[in-house]
């Protein structure tokens, strides 16, 4: 079909414990601020480098939400991927984009600017 080609694939961690190295976790840190809604994916990958995870974003609709898009997760940490935000002690940028690969959302925590 002529969507095979765009399929893309969910990457999610599933290792836990998950840190990145400090050099990784400074890059994040300082240069997400350059992302810009409605730039496109690939400028996001030359500011940040690839994403940890890729996860379909959907609409909010309780029963069968339509996919609006894609999520690029840049992480610092996950302590587990189980439990409560506090059990998670998570770190990190969330990227949403449309499903042309248009940035519709920045979204960070974890972290002060």
């Given at each position: ?15 836990y414990p998950y840190y ?94």
């Amino acid at each position: 079909s002529a969507f095979s080609k765009n399929k893309i694939t969910e990457k999610i961690i599933n290792s836990y414990p998950y840190y990145v190295s400090e050099q990784r976790a400074t890059q994040i840190r300082l240069h997400y601020t350059k992302i810009k809604i409605g730039m496109i994916a690939q400028q996001v990958k030359e500011i940040l480098g690839e994403p940890d995870e890729i996860r379909y974003l959907y609409e909010e609709k309780i029963y069968k939400p339509k996919q609006i898009g894609y999520t690029y997760w840049y992480l610092i940490q996950r302590k587990t991927d189980k439990g409560s935000q506090n059990d998670k002690d998570e770190k990190l940028v969330r990227i949403s984009y449309d499903l042309n690969w248009n940035v519709t959302q920045i979204d960070h925590w974890g972290f002060d600017e």
